[in-house]
């Protein structure tokens, strides 16, 4: 069955870097796109970034410059590289995979993903 499962969440400070890795099985992972998702306490699920196969790269606004999602095609793995972090970045980060086999029919909607991972929570200090 498909299984995504995320690691590296951790408490950090402000203005420091953390890598998250999302380690996926169960689907032929290069024919899909990837994203990340986060929920903050109290407010919805945020999108925050998506990597097609090939490789383009696709950020919200918020995390533009300062984020790199980036995937390995022989480890089944989507990363994301944090850097510059900010309070407001605190969340739960979660990892998903589209349904679509391109993301021409959908990338920004949480039902354009068809199997999430259980989630790991960052959290930045001031």
């Known amino acids: 069955q498909v299984q995504l499962v995320e690691s590296g969440g951790d408490l950090v400070q402000l203005g420091e870097s953390l890598r998250l890795s999302c380690v996926t099985s169960?689907?032929?992972?290069?024919?899909?796109?990837m994203s990340w998702y986060r929920q903050a306490p109290g407010k919805e699920r945020e999108y925050v970034a998506t990597?097609?196969?090939?490789?383009?790269?696709i950020y919200a606004d918020s995390v533009e410059g300062r984020f790199t999602i980036s995937r390995d095609n022989v480890k089944d793995t989507v990363y994301l590289q944090m850097s510059s972090l900010k309070p407001e970045d605190t969340a739960v980060y979660y990892c998903?995979?589209?349904?679509?086999?391109?993301?021409?029919?959908?990338?920004?909607?949480?039902?354009?993903?068809?199997?999430w991972g259980q989630g790991t929570q960052v959290t930045v200090s001031s």
């Open positions: 169960g689907f032929v992972f290069p024919r899909y796109a």
């Open positions: 998903a995979k589209n349904r679509y086999g391109s993301i021409n029919y959908g990338y920004t909607r949480l039902n354009d993903y068809d199997y």
């Open positions: 990597i097609t196969s090939p490789k383009r790269t």
